[in-house]
């Protein structure tokens, strides 16, 4: 009974305890409605937000994959520029027409100075053929002025001869002058004591001779031609040999 009583008792205290701990005084609630209340801005301030990205953080497995792949990003060529390229280009296109250039120039003046001789040759040596031909005949006329002694060319009574001989002389002169004038020309080395040369002389015999040279030639047998420089036929002579 008496924990009954006590236990009612207090279950009073504490319930008068928990009104007067909630109820509120009637001035504070009347002055509390008085006021005013103050707006309040409820938005939201603003923020300013950076463009940047902040880098995220690497592992080290990220960062040894890394380190392997800058010497292979090292490693690897720059572009090229398509301008500079193609300006290579022209400029192997351009030494290349140039060398074409200047080799086709080349041919061109090799071409024009072989024509040229090929010209000249043909223009003087024409009548090579023609002069070797002609040559037999100028030694017949040769050899028939060489058949008259002088001593009946000096003799009155041998005149009708000396005519002949004499208009014989001026027709092989006149002929001469002739041959002459187309580059063909009548040598005799005999005369003229010459050293034995293979390219124009051609020896027929050698003997002793006193007071000459040995290889120089004494005698000639037939006087040689030439045709513009070039020999069409070579004089037989003798050459002396002493040794």
Do not use: C
């Not at 009583?5 to 409605?33: D, E, F, G, H, W």
């Not at 707006?39 to 040894?64: H, V």
């Not at 040759?121 to 040559?135: G, H, M, N, W, Y």
């Amino acid at each position: 009974m008496i924990q009954r009583s006590l236990l009612r008792q207090s279950r009073a205290v504490s319930s008068k305890l928990y009104r007067s701990s909630i109820i509120i005084p009637s001035r504070l609630y009347t002055s509390a409605t008085r006021i005013s209340p103050i707006p309040i801005n409820r938005a939201s301030p603003s923020r300013w937000y950076s463009s940047e990205t902040k880098p995220e953080p690497t592992t080290g497995a990220q960062a040894s994959q890394s380190e392997q792949a800058a010497p292979e990003a090292e490693t690897v060529p720059e572009a090229e520029d398509p301008l500079k390229k193609e300006l290579d280009t022209k400029n192997k296109e351009i030494i290349d027409l140039k060398d074409k250039y200047l080799r086709s120039v080349a041919e061109f003046r090799n071409l024009q100075d072989r024509t040229k001789r090929d010209v000249n040759a043909a223009r003087d040596f024409a009548i090579t053929r023609f002069a070797k031909d002609l040559v037999d005949s100028v030694d017949n006329l040769d050899r028939a002025l060489e058949t008259v002694p002088p001593e009946k060319l000096s003799d009155a009574e041998n005149q009708d001869l000396k005519n002949l001989y004499d208009g014989l002389k001026m027709t092989e002169r006149i002929l001469m002058q002739t041959l002459s004038k187309h580059g063909l020309e009548r040598f005799d080395p005999g005369q003229t004591g010459d050293r034995f040369d293979p390219n124009v002389h051609e020896a027929t015999f050698m003997t002793k001779v006193e007071g000459k040279e040995d290889g120089t030639v004494f005698l000639t047998q037939q006087k040689g031609f030439s045709l513009n420089g070039r020999v069409i036929r070579a004089a037989k002579v003798g050459v002396v040999k002493n040794a």
